[in-house]
């Protein structure tokens, strides 16, 4: 129970040192000796398989009720801490991939708890107000307190929003009647855009499209579905648009080994983004926006260079159409910097950049010039959540006291460090390991193996991520330290060498 | 402070009376005595014009950073309870619209207060998540005891979503994959099925509809907006989607003193219906699936009989289309049922119902045939919040304990007879008076009257909202008692009584 949990948390923060000795060190030189002063359990501890009987029971009542066919297994977050998630059968894993890369500071983190606790916020879990029309007090504050003060270069304005999908799809509605305004030269419509809209018919409901790239993912509502092309499963049997589809350049890693090849690569997908724009233009379908991910995620953890995205930005400008960076799993600070497009070192990276996961409210930053002209346009009942945002602002002070983007980028070194020597260890197994602090992945010889390693790897104490066909992401929180990659390690190398 | 609220919760519910004696009656017999016994205001306290300085100095604020143009004010949630809405500048008010129809059971109620301060709960505050693959233990419970004790006859199983539209668009997916399964004959995916898709093209993007009427509303993602066709800024410049839209029947109020020209209308109406199931096959575009709300909200709550609902879902079963029924806003028990369709009497009234607002988290209740056949079909990374799930719990017992339906049956008696009473008085101004339970309406003789009748209102205490082109919506929560509707009306007579 959390109250037990806090109690715990309290008596651990008064150095009272609970921890067992850390368990051998097989695969690396460096000990996995926890240095972290904190509320974290020290190590994964296993009862039974995952799932065990527990869990099962609980997926076969829960398919009475909805699909359960992706559940893994059910958990007990009252007993989770920090690094480690507990399931309902008393395990307890490192969790490397963090609901989806959407837990910011782990499990339980006792500044969290402490802002539900508090009798003053109690109103603002209780009273979920309509956002757009009647915010709290304190939400000019908020705003002003949490998401302006990680505003990324050049974007004033934020709005805010409940997902990620729904960030999404409102920044493209945003692009969209920007460029229509545009078009028009002002901002008032036409009878005939007034009349024809109301039946979804042009010119109201214009044949405008985004440009998106192969691998993406972007949500599954049906206007970031259209941009979404990770996986057949997201995707099939839902009626889309036809809207362009470049290509998004596949790489050579590690990438600083092989320069002048993905500098082709980068080259030959730019020049597709432009033929496409214009055949889209000659085909009444002008692009409205680019929307692309600094690193694509579910798609595969695939990279490119800040070359790429600063000339695509460029291409953006240059043929009229807005550049909206999706930050949906890659912000928040998982790649060493707070927003990964930070890396390109650009002072305009972008004209949206939207955001949720861990960020635990959605929403997205937008330059001046892309605000709506009229009330009600970007809307909805809720437009978020402040508790949401009361949370959020916990988590910003937690990793500005903790330091933890120069955390994550020590950590993130020793993780793909460690990956570099996995796959020179395992040639036939590993390949291709990459990654911007922590934010990491590597690929596995075919799927199988790679469902199988993690399975494997949940059995011995770890929660991983699959992404593209055969890859590995890790996700973990921001509280991840370098004994915990050496606990990682520890036990992936053992598996690996067990791999038949 | 929500800790003195309770404090002071507590005291009343010691039965120390602190109430003012009501204010004088001049409209209805009946004195608007509060015979409630709870934690509510006794009446309206007016100090400033509404938005009053603070309101418009925190306007101006968070124009700096998002279109503020729809802020009607701002709230202090804090000092809100019950049915009365306190703003920044001290004025409090009868709240007749509720967040757009989105609070249960009134500000602060103190079960949910409960809730929160709980320590046992807070790990659910602070933990959000991926329900889709590791649901928090109590998570089956939470639905049994919660969402499937309301569930819609028929419809055994219940996905779970975070708001409205992500509950249709989900809804929409789970209607498009059904039909095409049912095309196949079986659910297994062709070769170019999988290819296809990933381009956004047919056959695995295919060319199906979702029929909607006019005057819907279905929310605002992309898929939700291309059968929402309330009014022009919603949709004005937003790409959408060649579907089917058939009239909604437009009714002669009172219902019972029409039958005959209202019956013609529907007739005209189902007949229309299949004319575009017929039309949209033979364009190659089949409709999956009906969607409709039981009363049109946003769209100027526009009401249809019973017997137009049960013959549009036996032409849905006619041409095999699955049939929606959208209760996002008025589930929850507003109509005097929990759901507007129980009053159509029907053992089979739907294929699906949609929900959000008033049942504080959003999904939808399905059939088993809806059933997807494999995992990440309907799926995103939060799938919900189980914390919204905890409070729904909290605010069902109170509907049962408090037998709030009946309250609201009563309740919204009073109240659409004082509107009629008010439109005989006023015949130039007001007409079609109309509603089930609390969720009534009645028309303005025009748009510019109706909005400042509805500032007029707020100013002297009463917060309403606007629907259609010229309706005042009434979206009480379920516990507005009759001597509520007596302060209303006495407030609204007079400033009809002073319109000029």
Redesign the interface.
């Known amino acids: 129970?959390?109250?037990a949990?806090?109690r715990r948390q309290l008596a651990i923060s008064l150095h009272i040192n609970l921890r067992f000795p850390a368990s051998g060190c097989r695969y690396v030189s460096k000990a996995a000796v926890n240095t972290q002063a904190d509320y974290d359990y020290d190590r994964p501890l296993m009862k039974t398989q995952v799932p065990g009987p527990?869990s099962q029971e609980?997926t076969k009542?829960?398919g009475q009720?909805?699909?359960a066919?992706?559940?893994?297994?059910?958990?007990?977050?009252?007993e989770?801490r920090g690094n480690f998630?507990v399931d309902?059968d008393g395990n307890r894993m490192l969790d490397v991939y963090t609901?989806?890369s959407?837990?910011p500071i782990g499990?339980?983190?006792p500044a969290?708890?402490k802002?539900?606790?508090d009798?003053?916020?109690?109103?603002?879990?209780?009273?979920?107000?309509?956002l757009?029309?009647?915010?709290?007090?304190s939400?000019?504050d908020k705003?002003?307190q949490g998401l302006?003060t990680v505003a990324p270069s050049g974007l004033n304005?934020?709005?805010?929003m409940?997902?990620?999908?729904?960030s999404n799809?409102?920044a493209?509605?945003a692009m969209?009647?920007w460029?229509?305004?545009k078009e028009r030269g002002h901002s008032t419509?036409s009878d005939a855009?007034?009349?024809s809209?109301?039946?979804?018919?042009t010119p109201?409901?214009?044949?405008?499209?985004i440009l998106s790239f192969?691998g993406a993912f972007h949500?599954?509502?049906?206007?970031c579905l259209?941009t979404t092309?990770s996986?057949?499963?997201?995707?099939?049997?839902?009626?889309?648009?036809?809207?362009p589809?470049a290509p998004f350049p596949r790489l050579q890693y590690p990438l600083e080994e092989h320069v002048r090849e993905n500098a082709q690569e980068e080259a030959r997908c730019l020049e597709e983004v432009e033929d496409l724009i214009i055949k889209w233009r000659h085909k009444g379908r002008p692009v409205a926006g680019i929307v692309i991910e600094p690193i694509q995620a579910e798609g595969g953890d695939n990279h490119a260079s800040a070359d790429f995205f600063k000339n695509l930005r460029n291409i953006a400008c240059k043929h009229g159409c807005a550049f909206h960076v999706d930050e949906v799993q890659t912000g928040g600070g998982a790649t060493g910097r707070f927003w990964a497009h930070e890396h390109w070192g650009a002072d305009d990276p972008a004209d949206i950049v939207s955001f949720?996961?861990k960020m635990?409210t959605g929403g997205f930053f937008y330059r001046d010039e892309l605000?709506?002209d009229?009330?009600?346009?970007?809307?909805?009942?809720?437009m978020g959540d402040p508790?949401k945002n009361l949370?959020l602002a916990e988590v910003l002070n937690v990793i500005r006291q903790e330091n933890l983007l120069a955390e994550v980028t020590r950590t993130g070194k020793a993780l793909l460090s460690g990956l570099y020597e996995l796959q020179a260890k395992y040639p036939a197994i590993l390949s291709r390991a990459r990654g911007q602090g922590t934010f990491c992945a590597i690929d596995v010889c075919n799927g199988t193996v790679r469902d199988r390693l993690i399975l494997q790897a949940r059995n011995n104490g770890v929660i991983l991520g699959g992404c593209g066909d055969c890859s590995i992401r890790f996700r973990p929180a921001l509280i991840f330290k370098e004994h915990h990659v050496h606990m990682f390690l520890n036990i992936f190398n053992d598996l690996l060498a067990a791999h038949k």
């Open positions: 129970m959390a109250s949990l806090l527990r609980l009542q829960m009720i909805q699909n066919t992706a559940i893994n297994f059910f958990c007990n977050y009252e989770s998630l309902v609901q989806i959407s837990i499990y339980n983190h969290l708890l802002v539900v606790s009798p003053n916020n109690a109103s603002a879990f209780v009273n979920r107000p309509a757009g029309i009647l915010p709290p007090e939400f000019v705003l002003t302006l304005r934020v709005q805010n409940a997902c990620g999908s729904c799809e409102n493209f509605k969209f009647i460029y229509r305004n419509p855009d007034l009349s809209c109301m039946i979804n018919q109201g409901c214009p044949e405008l499209s192969t949500g599954r509502t049906m206007g259209a092309h996986k057949p499963i997201h995707k099939l049997d839902v009626p889309s648009f036809d809207w589809i949720s996961k635990l605000e709506t009229k009330p009600y346009r970007i809307f909805n009942t809720w508790s949370l």
